[in-house]
């Protein structure tokens, strides 16, 4: 009966606490906005919290009617409601491009549409990156700062131990599995290919893969979305899983994988090849043991089209047009800022910190031109290793997750685990089974 | 929770006379001799108020509305219900979670009192195997599911392992929807068991020595002993016990979250659902309070049968 009352507590939420900064009024005596922001990474990581405060000191010397308050953490959606409750939430925090949609949909988030034209670099941001912080009409409610795209990560020492060439990575998911039976033949516990069916990231990997063979997860027919996975590339994505899983036993015994497993299992040299954005291999070298050497980056085997995932920062519904302003300030000082590529990267590179990851810019013109040069001045990882996904970057059509896409991935999650743990699924029953399920989630959008 | 009668059924003896006060004046004085009492109480129960009873209430109300936390809530009626009713997740978590709640009675209920039996009737080392059976319990929920998570592996686990090295067949454990279920049974088991072993225990030990002497002295077999002594006298606490663990294996939320996820309708539970509804998918509070309040309707049923089992054997 206690967890029902705490469970009944944790939804019943809305009565509010004592505010903090985000809530209150703009300006403190002297005309000064105090802007509560996060994203400052935790005091363990020393380096790159130091850097952090660097950066907000000098900010704030460079705009001394600004003060930051600065915290740790980043957009939680199991603490957003009850921060935003109870007036806990920044002026300004990170998100992840699975998050903004929902967000503006429930009106959580402020319009800063109107605020973009005192802000020149932000007319070229990439249209189609921009447009995951901004709803139907156009409205913008966040800005970018990071945009990756999925490829193929393998660990180039077991290609070379299964006899396949590091150099040239797998472009069919017909080689995928070739080459996924080689690396398992090689025993001990080795698994040729892993991918993930639990927390919703069993969706957003059938999406990448189902994008990866020219299909859609969802279409707008008309004004009206559908889900358009149950069709041919579908099927292929399913069943190519069910056969390497129960035919070539070359995904392993362990399934019901989610985010991190996948990461530890490269890290610790078992695992041949997986899906995934270039961010995974610092987070494999450092909290794994991996080695930059050993992690190769192909591009999305298929090719016809691969997923985009990044980070931005959106603004509190609450926030004053005088913190919004501040906002917008402080994220085209640091983040969305192309002046910055050089300091950061140099710092970065000083600090052993990785640069020249292959990441699909936010920037089109001038400031994309900028990017690259300090990319690739002071880039400190093995530039070859990825290669072929650079060299396949420009022709692959890179997509945005489709509308309600957490609720989606959750649907489609049990299409991953069935095939995955159920020898005897039936293919063609799960993916229409989800789409009726789609179906119904996507007739709420607008 | 008894209820005190004011007089045994059948009781007809009249009370003294006592001469009538005004209302008003024996509400002052009853305030009065009891001030202190309550003072004490007042702690305890503004905590109540603040923590228990105003979250209930505040949940209940969330359920019949929408709420994003910026603008004023608004009411949608039934809505949130109607929603719930449509989604057949609703009643795919329903029927997981009474599947899982058979399943935990039946191991959850009949191995401690078959444990306790024995360990009241060991010889030997009593002290080490009732620490052993509530070691357990001690352990916080999330080492354990980790620690289970371990020995669940299929491709290197430590079962599979044992069932491999003595030629039997290995499973799937919780990745197969055949026995996934049937798996976060036996860690919730383990996890529980020792709590209830150990008040049997207590149970068997208060059972007077002289029963079993007269059973004894009545040529009475063990298997007698136990039926006609031992099943009598602890009926009241097994009883007890049965509703308890009704209630607490119905709420079962760590044992599928954490080992089978959010999104397997093989073991998707009520309380997963609602943490679903609030946290990872749907982001919808009202329809999460909603699942709530059909979760505690249907304990608040329990809760009033356990409450009322309970009067009828105190008084």
């Not at chain 1, 922001?37 to 850097?51: D, K, S, V, W």
Request: glycine content about 10%.
């Amino acid at each position: 009966m206690r967890t029902t009352l705490g469970l009944l507590l944790a939804v019943g939420l809305g009565f509010g606490t004592a505010a903090c900064g985000a809530g209150d009024d703009d300006t403190e005596e002297g005309g000064k906005v105090t802007l509560v922001i996060n994203g400052l990474p935790p005091a363990t990581e020393a380096a790159t919290h130091q850097r952090f405060l660097d950066n907000v000191a000098e900010f704030e010397r460079l705009n001394p009617d600004i003060d930051l308050d600065p915290r740790e953490g980043k957009m939680d959606p199991q603490t957003f409601a009850a921060k935003l409750a109870g007036g806990q939430l920044e002026d300004v925090f990170y998100v992840y491009f699975t998050d903004p949609a929902n967000l503006i949909a429930k009106r959580q988030v402020a319009d800063i549409s109107e605020y973009l034209g005192d802000f020149p670099v932000t007319s070229q941001i990439k249209p189609e990156v921009l447009r995951v912080f901004q709803d139907d009409k156009g409205g913008t409610f966040g800005l970018p700062y990071k945009n990756y795209s999925m490829g193929l990560l393998y660990n180039r020492e077991l290609f070379g131990k299964a006899g396949l060439d590091p150099e040239n990575p797998p472009r069919t998911w017909a080689e995928v599995r070739e080459a996924a039976k080689r690396i398992a033949a090689l025993g001990d516990g080795h698994v040729g290919y892993g991918d993930y069916s639990k927390s919703n990231t069993g969706g957003w990997h059938f999406t990448t893969e189902i994008y990866s063979l020219g299909g859609e997860v969802a279409v707008d027919d008309g004004g009206t979305w559908k889900a358009a996975f149950n069709g041919p590339q579908g099927k292929q994505v399913l069943q190519q899983l069910k056969d390497m899983r129960w035919t070539d036993n070359s995904m392993g015994e362990r399934q019901l994988l989610e985010w991190a497993d996948l990461l530890q299992m490269m890290g610790s040299g078992k695992l041949g090849m997986y899906v995934a954005t270039a961010d995974n291999i610092p987070t494999i070298v450092n909290q794994y043991k991996g080695r930059y050497e050993t992690y190769g980056l192909g591009p999305i085997p298929g090719g016809a089209g691969t997923l985009g995932g990044g980070e931005g920062y959106m603004f509190n519904a609450k926030a004053s047009p005088a913190k919004i302003r501040a906002g917008l300030k402080w994220l085209t000082f640091w983040f969305t800022s192309a002046e910055r590529f050089e300091a950061e990267n140099k710092w970065a590179a000083e600090n052993k910190n990785p640069v020249g990851l292959p990441e699909p810019a936010i920037f089109t013109g001038a400031a994309a031109q900028l990017q690259e040069t300090a990319d690739a001045k002071y880039a400190n990882v093995p530039q070859q290793n990825y290669a072929p996904f650079k060299a396949a970057m420009p022709s692959i059509p890179v997509k945005l997750e489709p509308p309600n896409a957490q609720q989606i991935y959750a649907v489609l999650d049990v299409a991953m685990q069935k095939v995955l743990t159920d020898r005897n699924a039936n293919v063609d029953q799960l993916l229409a089974d989800a789409e009726t399920q789609v179906n119904q989630i996507l007739a709420s959008v607008g | 929770m008894a209820v005190l009668s004011a007089a045994a059924p059948g009781e007809t003896r009249t009370p003294p006379e006592v001469p009538k006060r005004p209302r008003s004046g024996r509400l002052r004085r009853v305030v009065g001799d009891n001030l202190l009492a309550y003072a004490f109480m007042a702690g305890g129960l503004a905590c109540f108020a603040l923590f228990s009873w105003y979250p209930l209430v505040r949940g209940i109300v969330l359920s019949f509305q929408q709420d994003n936390f910026v603008t004023d809530p608004y009411w949608v009626g039934t809505e949130n219900y109607a929603a719930l009713f449509e989604d057949p997740l609703f009643w795919t978590a329903w029927r997981n979670t009474l599947v899982f709640t058979g399943f935990a009675l039946v191991f959850g209920y009949l191995v401690p009192l078959f444990l306790a039996i024995l360990l009241n009737e060991l010889r030997h080392l009593k002290g080490f195997f009732r620490v052993a059976v509530y070691l357990p319990v001690m352990l916080p929920p999330i080492v354990v599911v980790l620690l289970w998570r371990y020995f669940y592996d299929p491709g290197n686990g430590l079962f599979n392992t044992v069932l491999d090295a003595v030629g039997l067949p290995t499973s799937q454990w919780t990745q197969s929807p055949s026995t996934a279920l049937f798996s976060l049974v036996l860690v919730s088991t383990w996890a529980n068991l020792g709590g209830a072993t150990l008040m049997y225990l207590a149970g068997l030990q208060s059972i007077p020595g002289e029963l079993y002497e007269a059973a004894e002295l009545d040529g009475a077999s063990v298997w007698q002993r136990l039926r006609h002594v031992t099943i009598p006298q602890l009926r009241f606490l097994m009883l007890v016990l049965l509703l308890l663990q009704v209630i607490a294996t119905v709420q079962v939320f760590i044992e599928p979250y954490q080992l089978t996820g959010t999104t397997n309708p093989d073991t998707i539970t009520v309380m997963v659902l609602i943490y679903r509804y609030a946290f990872t998918v749907n982001n919808d509070f009202g329809l999460a309070a909603a699942m709530s309040v059909t979760l505690f309707v249907v304990l608040a049923v329990f809760s009033a049968v356990y409450l009322r089992l309970t009067r009828g054997q105190e008084s």
